[in-house]
């Protein structure tokens, strides 16, 4: 995807508008990739609310966290991390892993 074709595409995630859209896009010209989803809270206008809400929609590939790859949003991220604590995986080995994320009660970590 051309550098140009970004921020239209982002200006659709839920939570940003153009004008964060563009400063997502430039801040990521200036700064080079994100490492991680909290570096999107560095962005101009991208306040808390905003990025509650597109948080979960934008991935980070090849971050620190795993997690940042996936539609997890960040507030379940304590969650996810003792679901493979108790079953004693890594987080990179349950991504993706749909027979492993069926058979998890939900209701033993809420």
């Known amino acids: 995807m051309a ?6 595409l982002l200006a659709r995630v839920s939570g940003l508008n153009k004008t ?4 997502v896009v430039n801040f990521r010209n200036e700064n080079g990739r994100f490492n991680n989803r909290n570096e999107l809270k560095k962005v101009a206008r991208l306040g808390p609310k905003a ?3 597109a948080a979960g929609f934008l991935r980070i590939m090849n971050g620190k966290n795993p997690l940042d ?3 997890v949003h960040p507030e379940a991220y304590s969650v996810v991390k003792r679901i493979v ?3 004693q995986k890594a987080v990179s080995d349950v991504i993706g892993d749909t027979a492993f994320l069926k058979a998890v009660n939900a209701a033993d970590f809420t």
Not at 3 to 8: E, H, L, V
């Open 85 to 87: 604590e108790t079953h």
């Open 51 to 53: 990025f509650e809400q």
């Open 20 to 23: 964060m859209a563009n400063n």
């Open 69 to 71: 790859r996936s539609g």
């Open 3 to 8: 550098m140009s074709d970004s921020a239209p």
